[in-house]
Antibody
Framework: EVQLVQSGAEVKKAGESLKISCKGS????????IGWVRQMPGKGLEWVGI????????KYSPSFQGQATISVDRAINTAYLEWGALKSSDTAMYYC???????????????WGQGTLVTVSS | QSVLTQPPSVSGAPGQRVTITCTGS?????????VHWYQHLPGTAPKLLIY???NRPSGVPARFSGSKSGTSASLAISGLQAEDEADYYC????????????FGGGTKLTVL
């Protein structure tokens, strides 16, 4: 069974660093793109970026370039989204999602993690 | 403000048919990029509803259908049910965003 399990909710202060994770299981992790999607409170979904675990090729939405870093650890089938210095505007739910089956070779996401709520106070 | 425009809300009575539009431009939908649709219920992960414009993943009822023409795409839901009340998002790729993915602003479906 394909699963993406994300790390738990985080409460941080502005200026602190943070790394949230997304562990894949039930499929060959390195072979499929995995991405991150943000949902700010009361707002819609936003495409953050994607990474191909096998070679770590990464693509960011221009809005997120330089704001956060996507990485992977192939040895433990885990993708990460990391901030060096959080801002209050980073407060959001973050979902990881991957492209398998229906979306392999395409541009959609067919398997999603449960989401990680990040709260940043000023 | 997304480059893919959706109506903020639509509504319909049980059993009725509703359509949600996703309007783009020659930089995204009109450039031949596929459009996908997701259903998002509060407190859950988004769910892929339609992929590559018209295709339904296994387990998605045939009441849901997708279409694409020119610079727009549509999601139609027939035989509305109370459980369809959710937020719906279209997603495509956009040349002006360096070929990165983009979601529409989302549409809240209310079943009256």
């Amino acid at each position: 069974e394909v699963q993406l399990v994300q790390s738990g909710a985080e409460v941080k202060k502005a200026g602190e660093s943070l790394k949230i994770s997304c562990k894949g299981s039930g499929y060959r992790f390195s072979s499929y793109w995995i991405g991150w999607v943000r949902q700010m409170p009361g707002k819609g979904l936003e495409w953050v970026g994607i990474i191909f675990p096998d070679d770590s090729e990464t693509k960011y939405s221009p809005s997120f370039q330089g704001q956060a870093t996507i990485s992977v650890d192939r040895a433990i089938n885990t993708a990460y989204l990391e901030w060096g210095a959080l801002k209050s505007s980073d407060t959001a739910m973050y979902y990881c999602a991957t492209r398998l089956g229906y979306c392999d070779g395409g541009t959609c996401f067919d398997f999603w993690g449960q989401g990680t709520l990040v709260t940043v106070s000023s | 403000q997304s480059v893919l425009t959706q109506p903020p809300s639509v509504s319909g009575a049980p059993g009725q048919r509703v359509t949600i539009t996703c309007t783009g431009s020659s930089a995204n939908i009109g450039a031949g990029n596929d459009v996908h649709w997701y259903q998002h219920l509060p407190g859950t992960a988004p769910k892929l509803l339609i992929y590559r414009n018209t295709n339904r993943p296994s387990g998605v009822p045939a009441r849901f259908s997708g279409s694409k023409s020119g610079t727009s795409a549509s999601l139609a839901i027939s035989g509305l049910q109370a459980e369809d009340e959710a937020d719906y998002y279209c997603q495509s790729y956009d040349r002006s965003l360096s070929g990165r993915g983009v979601f529409g602003g989302g549409t809240k479906l209310t079943v009256l």
